[in-house]
């Protein structure tokens, strides 16, 4: 006998990996997921969910549920690709060039539909409401508050007949983990994204002349080594932080002195008190070292997502939960990374929990590398933990 947490069937399988890979195939990057929408809609119509919403620009959101309690649980499955050339060699690798699947959102996407398509069979059996939302533009850092913005937390998105959510799951394929490896570590666990670009200015000249100009490449070089004291020397050790300048770009020939180099870069943090120091103390080292070298430092600094925090309730409730699900074979509590994430906004608003799915193992690919490969094998059990939990947390 099925019920809404049953481990998926060979046919639920099937259909899990074909979504995946008409997915993968057709790969749209952030806030442009016009086609990605158009099929899922397809597809959920094909599965009998009609009432689909357009939410956040290219999302989509659906809801389930007799609606008798207040409770309810949003899944969130982001929906963007990247701009990355894939040379993963597989046979429904992208048809679309210089645009990849290259983070597993295809699967994320294929995983909720498997969870919506239980949904739809087993609606009666939520007493409150589920909240299944495809979100665009993850990799941008804007999907998740376009959809906040259009009312996916408050209920306004649903013309008056919404729901407040009040909790939150999602997940993420993640390749250093082995597949059956489900992680969910209580508190911060994902960065606070910031990203800089610092301007530097000089005074061009004769490369054999440098008493008669103000070198922009050596001023900017102290710069990039002197931001580095932010995490060394200003931040409590046991709080991470890492500002990282990803380019530095200056200069036209070898003997001339370069009049401006412009640096950019990301910062990354968890705690919300240190990252509000964080523009600070980064304009006045570019400052104050620019000017030690004669030359002087423009510095634009801007958020893009908060840090991550998994509500210690629900990543606990999660753990419990995925401990007794087919396929699991090993849950971790303590994986954390200073990449970002904009479920981060979500979970900001409501108690939650954002699990990872082994999909690979040490010896895979990174995501966002044009090799990168999900293994098909971790779809299922991702499936299968996401509907134990909204099981348990619907007390059913
Ligand atoms: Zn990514
Ligand atoms: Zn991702």
Redesign the pocket.
């Known amino acids: 006998m099925s019920s809404l947490s049953a481990p998926l069937n060979a046919e639920e399988i099937a259909n899990l990996v074909h979504w995946r890979r008409c997915l993968h195939q057709e790969p749209e990057l952030s806030l442009e997921e016009y086609d990605t929408q158009t099929w899922l809609l397809k597809t959920l119509a094909a599965m009998g969910a009609h009432d689909v919403h357009k939410v956040g620009g290219t999302g989509l959101a659906l809801r389930f549920g007799r609606g008798e309690t207040d409770a309810t649980l949003l899944l969130r499955a ?1 929906m963007d690709a990247l701009p990355v050339d894939e040379q993963s060699g597989l046979d429904f690798a992208s048809r679309r060039p210089g645009h990849m699947h290259a ?3 295809d699967g ?1 996407m294929a995983s909720l539909l498997a969870v919506t398509q239980r949904l739809v069979a087993h609606a009666s059996e939520i007493p409150g409401h589920v909240v299944v939302a495809f979100q665009p533009g ?2 941008s850092g804007r999907g998740a508050v376009k959809m906040i913005e259009d009312g996916l937390l408050d209920g306004r998105w649903l013309d008056g007949r919404g729901s407040r959510v009040q909790a939150a799951y999602g997940l ?1 394929l993640w390749s250093p983990l082995p597949v059956g490896v489900i992680s969910c570590a209580s508190g911060p666990t994902m960065a606070a994204v910031d990203d800089f670009t610092i301007t530097v200015r000089g005074r061009g000249g004769h490369g054999a002349l440098p008493h008669t100009a103000d070198d922009a490449i050596v001023a900017a070089a102290h710069v990039v080594v002197a931001l580095q004291s932010i995490a060394s020397r200003r931040t409590n050790p046991l709080e991470p932080v890492v500002v990282t300048v990803g380019s530095f770009h200056g200069g036209s020939a070898f003997n001339v002195i370069a009049e401006e180099v412009v640096l950019r870069g990301t910062v990354r943090s968890f705690d919300k008190a240190l990252g509000e120091h964080l523009p600070q103390w980064l304009t006045q080292i570019a400052q104050a070292t620019a000017q030690a070298h004669g030359a002087t430092a423009e510095v634009q600094y801007q958020r893009y997502t908060v840090a991550l925090r998994n509500d210690p309730a629900m990543a606990d409730r999660l753990a419990r939960v995925a401990q007794k699900t087919a396929g699991v074979t090993t849950v971790d509590r303590e994986l954390r990374m200073m990449a970002g ?1 904009d479920m981060a906004f979500f979970l900001d608003a409501v108690p939650g929990c954002f699990f990872f799915v082994g999909c690979g193992g040490p010896q895979a690919e990174p ?1 966002h590398s044009p090799r990168f490969v999900v293994d098909e094998a971790a779809l299922p059990v991702g499936v299968n933990v996401m509907l134990s939990a909204v099981s348990e947390f619907f007390g059913a």
């Open positions: 982001d983070c597993g959102h994320h993850e990799e993420h994430e995501h």
